[in-house]
């Protein structure tokens, strides 16, 4: 049960974005900032191993010899861009990612899970298939009751496509003119 509340806690989180605009205008994000930048986010861990040796003063050497929750910067592209993930470290080699997160020009963000995202893309996926099927159908309501009255399921005439069915027919039941006679002489003659 505790494990359902902590995944509800980190999908609330998904939606959140974060920003420090007082620490972007007195140090830049670097290599070197970004960790102490993102503590102050709401997504950070106060109980992770890199608060522990932040509050005592240690060397971050010392966070590949501890067990449990810490965060390491995977990937950068100073200023602008960085990856932060959050891993529990069960030894110094083994390491599994439990959260990610980006910020990406000052503004940090939790990067949505596999799940969240493949539910996200099929419900969209669904939307627009419910919506294809609707418009199919209601294309489908018309049927011919009569060779002069088309009737829709509520029973409305459409009299407008009914004047222009009668305007194309009259047209092809008149006599072909001089050139026009000729044109399709020939093209039946071809055939």
């Known amino acids: 049960m505790a494990q359902d509340s902590t995944t509800h806690a980190v999908d609330d ?30 997504f950070y861990d106060p109980s992770c191993n890199n608060e522990q040796i932040r509050m005592q003063g240690l060397d971050p050497s010392v966070l590949y010899n501890m067990v449990g929750t810490e965060y390491v910067v995977t990937n950068q592209q100073e200023p602008v861009f960085f990856i932060v993930e959050k891993v529990h470290r069960y030894n110094k080699e083994e ?46 309501l018309f049927s011919k009751v009569s060779s002069d009255l088309l009737v829709n399921s509520d029973g409305i005439e459409e009299q407008s496509r009914v004047e222009n069915s009668e305007k194309v027919t009259k047209y092809f039941q008149e006599e072909p003119k001089g050139v026009e006679a000729s044109i399709i002489d020939r093209i039946l003659f071809s055939l």
């Open 13 to 42: 989180l998904a939606h959140l974005s974060w920003r420090d605009n007082w620490f972007l205008a007195n140090f830049p994000l670097t290599s070197d900032t970004v960790l102490d930048y993102f503590s102050g986010s709401p």
């Open 95 to 140: 390491t599994k990612t439990l959260q990610i997160f980006y910020i990406l020009e000052g503004t940090v963000y939790q990067s949505p899970s596999l799940r969240s995202l493949l539910l996200s893309r099929l419900s969209e996926s669904f939307f627009h298939i419910s919506g294809s099927f609707e418009s199919l159908q209601q294309s489908s």
